[in-house]
């Protein structure tokens, strides 16, 4: 119910903004309170199990998506964080990376919120996988430096 609630507040509030409804009659109304023991459930269902991490990683059509999705496994970062990395953002000597552009809605800026705006470190065997994909990784005209580059960049 409350997944449904978050929706339609949504809804709503994009209705209010383009004027199409003068309140948002979903605003005020409270979640259910949820247990632990539901909150947990509810997580578990959004982790993957080893198995499966492995299983996704073997199923990428490139080594570029090899990559990508086990450093997006390792490192937390958002879709958009991870396709404006570049090569200036990796700190070789500290095995860590500097958040601090996003991609959104096709368009490089700053990320969502001054916090998003940090270092992720990286274990031993994902610096050693992106050493080797530095070397093999082709840098489209346009688009020089980045990570995880498309055909277009």
């Known amino acids: 119910m409350n ?5 339609l507040v ?3 509030g994009y209705a ?3 004027r199409w409804v003068t309140y948002n009659p979903a605003r005020h109304v409270k ?3 949820q247990s632990k023991e539901a909150r947990r459930r509810q997580l578990d ?15 990428a059509r490139s080594q570029r998506d090899r990559v990508l999705f086990r450093f997006a496994l390792e490192s937390g970062m958002r879709q958009g ?18 958040v601090r552009r996003a991609y959104r809605k096709r368009v490089e800026s700053e990320p969502k919120t001054a ?6 470190s990286l274990t031993a065997s994902m610096m050693a996988e ?11 005209p346009g688009a020089p430096g980045l990570v995880f580059p498309n055909g277009a960049g």
Request: proline share 6%.
């Open 45 to 59: 269902g959004n982790t993957l199990t080893p198995e499966q991490v492995q299983a996704l990683i073997a199923a």
């Open 81 to 98: 964080e991870l396709l404006a990395l570049r090569w200036e953002d990796v700190d070789w000597a500290r095995s860590r990376v500097h």
């Open 3 to 7: 997944k449904y609630l978050t929706q």
């Open 115 to 120: 916090a998003s705006i940090r270092f992720v």
């Open 31 to 33: 979640k259910l309170p």
């Open 16 to 18: 209010e903004k383009h």
């Open 130 to 140: 992106l050493r080797v994909w530095k070397v093999a990784c082709p840098q489209p």
């Open 10 to 12: 949504s809804m709503f």
